[in-house]
């Protein structure tokens, strides 16, 4: 088993900025088959960013040139920092890891999840 923790989000102002980090232990898994997504109410559970297969980043156009995703290896935990915040972007945000190839950019490629963390920008 892999157990997600995260932490780091809440309440911003749009134009604000917050990092989001996600710490895996249990099972061994790599950076690199971590990523995040969020969902919004009343919508489907969206891809925001990840780290692919070959260890580069991948992002969803919504969010691209304002949301970098990184890693500390040795700590195994991936890091979600959000600038530039928009009232759009507002939802619970998860962590997610992977144990097997498939799609980067699909939930159902993801068989370990965070519990989740709100992220709410005010206009």
């Known amino acids: 088993q892999v157990q997600l923790v995260e932490s780091g989000g809440g309440l911003v102002q749009a134009g604000g900025s917050l990092r989001l980090s996600c710490a895996a232990s249990?099972?061994?898994?790599?950076?690199?088959?971590m990523g995040w997504f969020r969902q919004a109410p009343g919508k489907e559970r969206e891809f925001v960013a990840a780290f692919t297969w070959s260890g580069s980043s991948t992002y969803a156009d919504s969010v691209k040139a304002r949301f970098t995703i990184s890693r500390d290896i040795a700590k195994n935990t991936v890091y979600l920092q959000m600038n530039s915040l928009k009232p759009e972007d507002t939802a619970v945000y998860y962590c997610a890891a992977r144990t097997s190839a498939g799609s980067d950019y699909s939930p159902r490629s993801y068989n370990y999840w965070g519990q989740g963390t709100q992220v709410t920008v005010s206009s």
């Open positions: 249990g099972r061994t898994v790599g950076t690199n088959r």
